[in-house]
Every structure is written in structure tokens, then in C-alpha cells.
């Protein structure tokens, strides 16, 4: 059965940092384009950051340049989003994505909660 397993949320203060973790299983993980998303409380859901299915390619929202950085480790079927210099407004629940082709697959979130 496919699942994504976000893990690493959690109350930070502002200029904090925090690594979060998706875990992948049942499915090809290093097939598959990997993406971070949050939302916000009364706000849509938006991309925060990207990862090509070989870790050789990587974009961020503007909002988060600079300080957020998306990896990827095939071999643990595990996508990261390091999380630096967090400010009340990246408060949200992040959700991990897997891409292919016609194949797309949701976690369940995790809350990261930024301050003071």
C-alpha cells in the first residue's frame, strides 16, 4: 500500500529551524518527482519547494529562498525539507507529494507552528 509519512513539525520560534521528513513506501520513490506544499489556516494550499525524481534539480517558492532546501535520499525512500530562519508566516501544515506521470500520492500533513 502507498503511504507518505511526514514527520519533524512542531513549535519553533521565530529564526528557528526545523527538518522535516516524508517517508515513502509501496511505490518506485526514486521514479518519482518529489514536492513540499503548506497551508496556512483560512489560506490555500502552496507549493513550497521541489525535487526531481534524481535529486539533480530543485525549485522553491520565493517566499522561502534562501532559507528552506528540499533533498532527497533514494536509498531511504525518504524526501527532506530543511527549514531555516522560520518566520510566523511559514506556519501551516507542510504536506509531502510524489509525482509520475500520471501517478500522484499524498501524506497527511504535518503542523509546524512558528512563534514566540
Known amino acids: 500500500q502507498v503511504q507518505l509519512v511526514e514527520s519533524g513539525g512542531g ?22 518527482a518529489m514536492n513540499w506544499y503548506r497551508q496556512a489556516p483560512g489560506k ?8 526531481s525524481s534524481s535529486g539533480g534539480s530543485t525549485n522553491y517558492a520565493d517566499s522561502v529562498k534562501g532559507r528552506f532546501t528540499i533533498s532527497r535520499d533514494n536509498a531511504k ?16 501544515v507542510y504536506y509531502c ?8 500520492y499524498w501524506g497527511r500533513g504535518t503542523q509546524v507552528t512558528v512563534s514566540s
Open 11 to 32: 513549535l519553533v520560534q521565530p529564526g528557528g529551524s526545523l527538518r522535516l521528513s516524508c517517508a515513502a513506501s509501496g511505490f518506485m520513490f526514486s521514479s518519482y
Open 44 to 51: 490555500e494550499r502552496e507549493l513550497v519547494a521541489s525535487i
Open 77 to 92: 525512500n525518504t524526501v527532506y525539507l530543511q527549514m531555516n530562519s522560520l518566520k510566523p508566516e511559514d506556519t501551516g
Open 97 to 104: 507529494k510524489a509525482v509520475r506521470i500520471r501517478d500522484v
